[in-house]
């Protein structure tokens, strides 16, 4: 095994999509190979057959390493599931006029984590985050260390996934001899790639369009403070055409591949063109038709996700960009403008970006296992140290 060569993979719905980065001597790291694989023993990232699962993820593996030459033993693995949740948690020590020290922060920590521990026993926490620190009562963009107060707070964001979800993903890995080294947030990594490839990149709302699920994601001071997905997708939208119009799956794929429903485009043709009734008998539909059933599948998309989330309004006069990232090449392409124009947002206060997803997760995940981030307050823990002297240690390196 070669110890520079990592494998990731990031579940999504009926596939795997895997990467193989590799560490030079300079500490920075490369794409070597990448895979996109079908794997129909998973749906919306989760495992609902393990066998066929299984067997599919074995013929992957056989290949990456045939192709990289190396023999993995471990992975790096990126999920997004509907059950995957933050929560947001202030906690704070009284100082009496002593100076901050990393033991304090160990003690809120060791606390807060505890406390979460105990309300939400059937989770895992996946990732711990720090967004913010203050000392009496007075917020620090870094941490106050040396510096005397009386009162020291931590706020913080968890981010946990049921451990039946766990164990069922564990099991599909371990089948095939690989321990799973760190479970991944999506959104989070997304998040990682987009800072770390624009450094100015502070605060922002992150939109992410799956094809099965949709997630909204609140970036404050760098970090990750709030999450939420839901379960519908840009397949939510040709399900919705494919039914009401009594075409195809691959008749709507076809339609919406070549058609572009940006609402400040002319109409070329009123009704849609006799080419794209491969499989059902044509019928005389009109593009405004199509464009009817779009805009109300998207419009109540983003009022869910964005418009009208209330967990948002304390955010929306404070961010500066939002990131509207698609999965699916064929929403990027013709409908990524529909669900703009549907966004309700100061455009004067905040810029819209829409960007297509790509390795966006696949990259970000290798920075958090490279070289580490700095909001995440608990990265990994060795064995070799207790678990809250490894806590910090991305804090204080």
Not at 187 to 207: A, D, H, R, W
Request: charged content about 30%; glycine content about 4%.
């Amino acid at each position: 095994m070669e110890k520079n060569k990592k494998l990731f993979a990031e579940i999504n719905d009926k596939k795997i999509k895997y990467g193989v980065f590799q560490l030079d001597d300079e500490k920075n790291y490369k794409l070597l190979f990448r895979k996109n694989s079908q794997n129909d023993g998973i749906q919306n990232g989760v495992v609902t057959d393990l066998n066929l699962a299984t067997d599919i993820v074995s013929e992957d593996l056989n290949e990456i390493e045939k192709k990289v030459d190396t023999v993995f033993g471990d992975t790096n693995l990126i999920i997004n599931q509907k059950e995957m949740f933050s929560t947001n948690l202030t906690s704070f020590k009284n100082l009496n006029g002593a100076k901050v020290e990393k033991r304090d922060l160990d003690y809120i920590l060791n606390d807060a984590k505890n406390s979460i521990s105990r309300n939400e026993e059937k989770n895992t926490i996946l990732h711990i985050l720090n967004s913010n620190f203050y000392l009496d009562k007075k917020r620090r963009e870094k941490i106050p260390l040396n510096i005397f107060g009386d009162h020291l707070g931590l706020q913080m964001t968890f981010l946990s996934l049921p451990k039946n979800n766990i164990k069922n993903i564990k099991n599909l890995f371990e089948s095939n001899d690989l321990k799973v080294d760190r479970y991944l947030c999506k959104p989070l990594t997304i998040g990682i790639n987009l800072v770390n490839e624009n450094n100015s990149l502070k605060n922002f709302f992150l939109i992410n369009i799956d094809d099965e699920l949709s997630t909204i994601s609140v970036y404050e001071n760098y970090s990750l403070v709030f999450f939420k997905t839901f379960p519908f997708g840009t397949n939510t939208i040709f399900r919705d055409i494919t039914q009401l119009c009594s075409i195809t799956k691959d008749e709507t794929e076809a339609i919406l591949c070549e058609i572009n429903f940006d609402k400040k485009k002319e109409k070329e043709t009123k009704y849609i063109e006799k080419k794209f009734f491969k499989d059902t008998q044509f019928t005389k539909l009109s593009v405004s038709h199509f464009k009817n059933i779009i805009d109300s599948r998207i419009e109540e998309m983003i009022n869910y996700l964005f418009n009208k989330n209330s967990n948002l309004s304390y955010f929306k006069n404070r961010l500066s960009h939002i990131y509207l990232v698609f999965e699916n090449e064929i929403s990027h392409n013709n409908l990524s403008e529909v669900f703009k124009n549907h966004l309700n947002f100061d455009k004067e206060k905040i810029a819209l970006r829409i960007i297509k997803l790509d390795d966006l997760s696949l990259f970000g995940a290798a920075e958090l296992i490279f070289k580490g981030w700095h909001a995440e307050a608990i990265p990994f823990v060795q064995k070799k140290k207790s678990l809250f002297s490894g806590v910090f240690s991305r804090f204080f390196n």
